[in-house]
């Protein structure tokens, strides 16, 4: 017999029971708090993991107690939302999305689960996978942005960054795929709001970034807190027990979100606890976080014959599996059992700069204004986020503390040793208070350049932070005119850093400044990353990974929309068209500047005729026609103008960089699977439809600046 079917068979219902329960160790950042201090429970065999506890030492000792002190002996498994870097922070996921190298998305990931696990932790709840097309929405910041095809790729990098080659290795952390599924589009962006989407968004949208994430071995998958159409996903049978085990034959754990069980009850379908237990359980869910339903609601599930035993059991092992393949059983201390060297942290700083450099979407670039020359004498650096190391974080900033993270005032004075740097608030970050306004506005005179640094506050976005109105808080639109308006009279320039969780509506910033750059929330190195883009130690390199709108009343504004029977058209009134505002957001999907100055010519793809074995090649050339070294990103789409079922107006499916020196030229290549160029039909099963497919490719979802070809897609077998 397997250890664990030994195990089983030995286990009482309670201590089944507590295999299936995750409670927070000593306190909990996202909800109630239920466990307390967890020793006793932990010891009596009635937790089997838990969250939120990070350090190799309280670990250690709390699996001690576990390993040596409790009746059989099981180790925990200690699970905490590692998002983007663990105690060094990389750059909140939808900027780090914004790099557009998979190469990237792994190493941080992989950086980040070294940290974590020399921390002891086993488990991470990331990546979170949930397409947003609706920045109102503060999870925005967490994510891939609004494209699925960008949302698999980060998905399968991200996993195999977590989980690297073997999970058992002391640095391989177990990755939690969230949150299944379709979370993103909350009705009005709010919230935990209900959900209400077709079954072929679902399908063509929200499923494939978890279902890529199966394909690439995600231990761990949660559902989301929201409903679907009716159905909380945290008992959606169909696409928990259906879509996920027994179509994709997903074999790993199913960990309900933060309370979510119990809330079944609030979602109104489940009347107690043993009914909301019941429903889950059924649904396909093996470990309940927080609510606590399994173990109080389970027993009297079972005594009513709502839940059935067959089922605990078949969680439980999955559980156990989990903990076995982690390597808990054969060492519960392999993880956190040596402390990282300084070397390493280095390396991993490092890293964090170059990512955070290399995340930053430069949005404009008056007359070249950026690099700033090296001479500079005197900068005025102004505004709430310039001296606000901690605030660089962003959201989820797992066990980062506040101290040890560069605020963008030290990265300049590092950068520049010699200038004349001077500095001033202004205003608070959120509050309206207008006193310090006059005074800091008063610097720039006799500045060279002023960088205005405005934004969010990293509370801001994230979970539970959703917002109606997408502009600057607080008094920030006031000094960020005073500045302008200053800085006009006085012919100096304006660079605004912008930070944020999400596009921010700023159409004055976009006006007036010089250059304007969005940061998201860089992370630990933020200061240092923002100095080299601005010093032109790095030329910029990322690019949106949404639609920035120019309205909240265009939300959603995204690429991927189908085409209208009345498509826009400037002389006719009717058609699909605002009165007050145009169509196109303000920088589209895939926007972003570089020092040097790209362009894209000769687009071939072949062969011409493809069937859905085949392999398509793309090629096209790129010159660099700026005077600075610096990488393009392509982007690759597909645009099916005539189907069974109205295709998008242009679909991802590819991306690719190239570093180039000035006047260099390079043929560069992407290769796509034609069966890419199925899509799912009537009834949503995937279809290959001969006929003629555009291929395009260019520097950005704008239509206009693309170039464009044609593939013919044969029928599937050769007629004899
Ligand atoms: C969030 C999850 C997170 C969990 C544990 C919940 O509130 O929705 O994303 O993993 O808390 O902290």
Known sequence: MSRIERLLSRMTLAEKLGQLTMTAAHHATTGPVIAGDSTEAIRSGAIGSLLNLVGADAIHELQRVAVEESRLGIPLLLGFDVLHGHRIQFP?????????????WERTAREAAREATADGLALTFAPMLDVSRDPRWGRSAEGPGEDPFVAARLAQAKVRGFQGARLAAADAIAACAKHYCAYGPVTAGRDYAS????????????????????????????????????????????LLRGHLRERLGFEGVL????????????????????????????????????????????????????????????????????????????????????????????????LAREVAARAMVLLQNEAD????????????????????????????????????????????????????????????????????????????????????????????????????????????????????????????????????GRPLIVPELVEHSAALIAAWFPGSEAGSAIADLLTGRRS???????????????????????????????????????????????????????????????????????????????????????????????????????????????????????RLRPGERRRIGITLAAAELRFHGASLEPVWEPGEVEILAGPCADRRRLLSTKVQLLPSASRK
Request: hydrophobic share 45%; glycine share 8%.
């Open 540 to 658: 910029p390199e990322g690019r949106t990974p949404l639609s920035w709108p120019r309205q909240a009343g265009q939300i959603p504004v995204f690429f991927g929309q189908r085409p209208s029977g009345r498509p826009a058209h400037p002389d006719d009134g009717f058609t699909s068209k605002y009165l007050d505002s145009p169509n196109e957001p303000q920088f589209p999907f895939g926007h972003g500047l570089t020092y040097g100055r790209f362009e894209h010519a000769d687009l071939v793809v072949s062969p011409a005729r493809v069937r859905p074995a085949s392999r398509l090649r793309i090629r096209l050339t790129v010159r660099n026609t700026g005077r600075r070294t610096a990488t393009d990103t392509v982007f690759l789409f597909a645009r099916d103008p005539l189907a069974s079922v109205a295709r998008p107006l242009l679909e991802l499916k590819g991306f690719t960089k190239v």
């Open 195 to 238: 959900v209400d989407i077709s079954e072929r968004t679902l399908h063509e949208v929200h499923l494939p970034p978890f279902e890529a994430a199966v394909r690439a071995g995600v231990a761990t998958i949660m559902p989301a807190f929201t409903d679907l159409a009716g159905m909380p996903m945290t008992a959606h049978r169909p």
């Open 92 to 104: 909140i996921p939808l900027g780090e999305t914004a790099v557009f190298d998979p190469g990237v």
């Open 255 to 350: 960990i309900s979100d933060y309370n979510a069980i119990a809330e079944l009850m609030r979602h109104g379908i489940a009347a107690d606890l043993a009914e909301a237990a019941a429903l889950a359980l059924e649904a396909g869910v093996d470990i309940d976080m927080m609510s606590d339903a399994f173990r109080r609601g389970l027993p009297e599930a079972l005594r009513r014959r709502r839940a059935r035993m067959a089922d605990i059991d078949a969680a439980v092992r999955r559980v156990l599996r989990l903990k076995e393949s982690l390597g808990l059983f054969a060492d519960p201390y392999r993880r956190g059992a040596r402390p990282e060297s300084a070397a390493v942290v280095r390396r991993r700083r490092r």
């Open 369 to 500: 204004v950026l690099p700033l020359a090296p001479g500079i004498s005197r900068i005025a650096v102004m505004g709430p986020l310039a001296d606000a190391p901690a605030e660089m974080r962003g959201p989820w900033s797992a066990a980062a503390g506040n101290e040890g993270h560069v605020s963008v005032l030290q990265g300049l004075r590092e950068a520049f040793p010699g200038a004349r740097i001077e500095h001033a608030a202004g205003v608070p970050l959120r509050e309206v208070e207008e006193a310090g306004i006059e005074a800091a506005a008063a610097l720039c005179d006799g500045a060279e350049v002023i960088i205005l640094c405005v934004g969010e506050a990293a509370g801001m976005s994230g979970e539970a932070a959703s917002r109606t109105q997408l502009g600057l808080p607080g008094s920030q639109p006031r000094l960020a005119r005073a500045v302008f308006e200053r800085a006009r009279a006085r012919g100096i320039p304006v660079i605004t850093v912008l930070f944020s």
